[in-house]
């Protein structure tokens, strides 16, 4: 989890959040073993800034990845920041219910849950008509 911790503050230093100035990076390791981040990206539009976790998601999929094993996320706030409801269900997407999501502060506090804690009763491919 060092490494992902390690690449998701790195990353989270490139975020560009001049609306809000609250800078967040992550970091996602693919089942293929390979890690790919993102940071949030702020338009003067707000709607159309995109998340730090869906940023990490998209280089995962651009890459040829289509699972994810562990997320780490790192903001600069007085306790660990959960992903917001839409990129719970993200993650949801290409991710197990086990995986393991890593949430830290820059100052170093943790919490960890898995997907399934992040986002109980979430709305999956078993509830698409077919």
Do not use: W
């Not at 086990?98 to 820059?106: E, G, H, L, Q, S």
């Amino acid at each position: 989890m060092t490494d992902l911790l390690d690449a998701a503050r790195a990353v989270r230093d490139n975020a560009h959040a001049p609306y809000s100035r609250f800078k967040v990076g992550v970091a996602i390791r693919a089942a293929s073993g390979a890690v790919h981040v993102g940071c949030n990206v702020e338009n003067v539009s707000y709607p159309e800034g995109t998340c730090a976790e869906a940023g990490a998601i998209a280089a995962m999929v651009a890459a040829g990845d289509t699972e994810l094993t562990e997320v780490a996320v790192i903001a600069d706030a007085p306790a660990p920041v959960p992903p917001c409801g839409g990129c719970r269900q993200r993650l949801a997407e290409f991710g197990a219910g086990t995986v393991r999501v890593t949430m830290a502060t820059t100052r170093g506090e943790t919490l960890t849950m898995t997907i399934a804690e992040l986002l109980p009763g979430a709305f999956d491919q078993s509830h698409m008509a077919r």
